[in-house]
């Protein structure tokens, strides 16, 4: 069975950090571009980073860029978004996905054919 399983979300105040996985499983991670999303209650859904699959190349929302970091560990088949100074305005449910090929419109995720079930990420104090 094809999926890919989120973790790592939780609670943390301002100013904190979390690092989340997507671990893949009936498919090898590193054939496919890996790109994170979130959706914040009432909001439309975000694509925050991606890693392309074809070289490496990496790409971050402007709400994110230098606070988060995307990474691939391909022995572990696992994708994971270090996120540092988290701010209130990150709280989402964060997904994962992954797309056989990513276009410049990857953060609408019409690129990305399989989908996590998300993890909640709460900042608050």
């Known amino acids: 069975q094809v999926q890919v399983v989120e973790s790592g979300g939780g609670l943390v105040q301002p100013g904190g950090s979390l690092r989340l996985s997507c671990e893949a499983s009936?498919?090898?991670?590193?054939?496919?571009?890996i790109g994170w999303f979130r959706q914040a209650p009432g909001k439309e859904r975000e694509g925050v980073s991606c890693?392309?699959?074809?070289?490496?190349?990496?790409y971050y929302a402007d709400s994110v860029k230098g606070r988060f970091t995307i990474s691939r560990d391909n022995a572990k088949n696992t994708v994971f978004l270090q996120m540092d100074s988290l701010k209130p305005e990150d709280t989402a449910v964060y997904y994962c996905?992954?797309?056989?090929?990513?276009?410049?419109?990857?953060?609408?995720?019409?690129?990305?054919?399989?989908w996590g079930q998300g993890t909640q990420v709460t900042v608050s104090s």
């Open positions: 996905a992954a797309a056989p090929m990513i276009t410049r419109l990857w953060t609408n995720g019409v690129d990305f054919d399989y």
């Open positions: 009936g498919f090898t991670l590193d054939h496919y571009s």
């Open positions: 890693i392309s699959s074809f070289d490496g190349s990496t």
